[in-house]
């Protein structure tokens, strides 16, 4: 596993595509809190908090994730080399979790310069009302177990077509689905509203962002994660080589 997690950071970093990753989170998240006027701006929210951030931060995702699990398999599928792969003494694990650690991994470094934004915020919040440290840690860590889950998502469409594309667009759908979905769908039951939006992955981010790290939280992020992968794992199986 750890060779194939070496090779895919090296195709990474070895291409434009993990600097044109880091920079376009960056470069759009600095845009929408710093820059444009609206909602999402710090600035003139008037509180010192992280919340314009991961409230904006899953939307980017959603697409960035999905933009790098894209070539996971369907690449190697396109020019021929995923025989190659599936000879080498490995299991059908460690292959499928090295190239979903990558993932991982690279949009990991892409939010770590983001932590500058919670210097900044502290510096220019009031000493009687301090950036709520709790929160903001609780909402990394919960940043990084959606992640996680998306790049899951993304890992395993890219097995569905060696169409980047194709994989693409499907990991997004499912990956909003899962994000919004149950949320969404919540609205139009007076009833099991909650229950409903428990499914999703946007209720247990936020848990998670209110600074306590519930094990209910990072459960349903790692079954996400195990069932997506697993799925990956059987339609690999599935192919006839």
């Keep these: 596993m750890k060779s194939i997690l070496i090779r895919e950071i090296k195709s990474f970093f070895g291409s434009p595509i993990g600097y044109l990753v880091i920079a376009l989170f960056l470069l759009l998240n600095g845009l929408f809190l710093w820059v444009f006027e609206g909602e999402f701006n710090i600035l003139n929210s008037g509180f010192a908090d992280m919340t ?3 409230t ?3 939307w980017i995702l959603i697409f960035l994730v999905p933009a790098v699990t894209m070539r996971s398999f369907s ?3 396109k020019q021929g080399t995923i025989e190659l792969l599936m000879t080498k003494p490995l299991r059908l694990w460690q292959i499928v979790n090295g190239k979903f650690l990558g ?3 690279l949009i990991a470094l892409a939010i770590l310069p983001t932590l500058i934004y919670v210097y900044v915020i502290s510096n220019l919040g009031m000493k009687d009302s301090p950036i ?3 929160s903001t840690l609780g909402s990394y860590f919960g940043l990084l177990f959606l992640i996680a889950g998306y790049a899951s998502i993304g890992v ?4 569905l077509s060696e169409n980047q594309i194709v994989a693409f667009i499907v990991a997004v759908f499912i990956c909003f ?3 919004y979905g149950f949320e969404g769908a919540g609205g139009f039951f007076d009833s099991g509203r909650d229950y409903l939006a428990r499914l999703g992955m946007e209720y247990h981010f936020k848990s998670m962002g209110r600074g306590v790290i519930d094990t209910r939280d ?3 992020f790692l079954s996400v994660s195990f069932f997506f992968l697993m799925l990956t794992v059987q339609q690999l199986k599935a192919l006839k080589f």
Excluded: I, R
């Excluded at 395993?156 to 097995?159: I, K, L, N, V």
């Design 103 to 105: 993932a991982v991994v």
């Design 177 to 179: 689905l899962l994000y």
């Design 132 to 134: 709520d440290l709790g």
């Design 52 to 54: 314009p951030f991961f």
């Design 56 to 58: 904006l931060a899953p």
């Design 218 to 220: 990072v459960l349903y």
């Design 75 to 77: 690449d190697e599928k």
């Design 156 to 159: 395993f469409c890219s097995t």
